[in-house]
């Protein structure tokens, strides 16, 4: 079993769509098996595995992949999500599992990079902007309109006016990509894809807020010190709670 999914047992019917069947003990391997002579018949005999946590995490991206329309999947998401919460209590953990275990699975089957994004997604929109310091908060307006940025703590509090606005956006980008170039292709492909999403949804004038939090994901993987221009960029500090850094 797998304890980050809800799974209907052997011996339950199942409660929901959403929920994972039970893989039993054992997993089907291979055939292997003779040819029979003129005369005589040919053997088989079936190897089988023990079924590990793997399999499950196969079956729980191969469940998001099917989803049609690809929407749906939130449901399946969030009712894992809340299983797993309510019996463990560790958000954190569960978006971890979606993060590095579940989503680089759908990456890697062929035509499902809508079903990918749609994660990608959901996991910002689970995931708080937090401030710096202990007992922090943060307040961000609209993007394309003045901000108030507040943080509020035991000891002091702050309020800036914050405006951040489409060509601050384009300058961050510039300075992205000449530090991507020198990433692994994997990675920098990462990146490029995310890019050219946060600079479509800007063209449209579309809210990019989770663009943003996706690609300050990617840096905080890779090590913010490896993005030497973007540290350098005067409008850095500015992104900095709409990338979550």
Not at 77 to 92: Q, S
Not at 143 to 155: E, G, K, R, V
Not at 182 to 210: A, H, M, P, V
Not at 214 to 228: E, P
Request: glycine residues 6%.
């Amino acid at each position: 079993m797998n304890e980050f999914y809800d799974i209907c047992t052997s011996v339950q019917s199942q409660n929901n769509e959403y929920q994972l069947r039970d893989m039993g003990s054992k997993q089907h391997m291979m055939t292997v098996g003779t040819y029979g002579r003129p005369g005589r018949q040919g053997t088989s005999s079936t190897i089988y595995r023990t079924t590990t946590r793997e399999d499950y995490d196969l079956q729980m991206a191969h469940k998001l992949s099917d989803c049609n329309p690809p929407y749906q999947l939130t449901e399946i998401l969030n009712h894992h999500f809340n299983f797993y919460t309510e019996n463990n209590g560790d958000e954190e953990i569960f978006l971890k599992q979606i993060k590095y275990v579940i989503l680089p699975i759908i990456k890697k089957h062929k035509n499902k990079d809508i079903h990918a994004e749609l994660v990608k997604e959901w996991l910002v929109s689970k995931t708080d902007v937090k401030s710096p310091g202990l007992n922090s908060s943060v307040s961000i307006g609209d993007i394309y309109a003045p901000t108030q940025l507040q943080f509020n703590s035991d000891n002091s509090s702050q309020i800036q006016d914050l405006r951040m606005n489409s060509d601050d956006v384009r300058e961050f980008i510039r300075t992205l990509e000449v530090d991507i170039q020198n990433l692994q292709s994997e990675i920098r492909e990462d990146f490029e894809y995310e890019i050219g999403r946060t600079i479509k949804q800007l063209e449209n004038n579309k809210d990019i807020r989770g663009r943003l939090m996706i690609l300050g994901g990617l840096i905080k993987d890779v090590g913010i010190n490896t993005f030497a221009n973007v540290i350098a960029s005067p409008v850095f500090e500015l992104l900095k709670p709409y990338l979550g850094i």
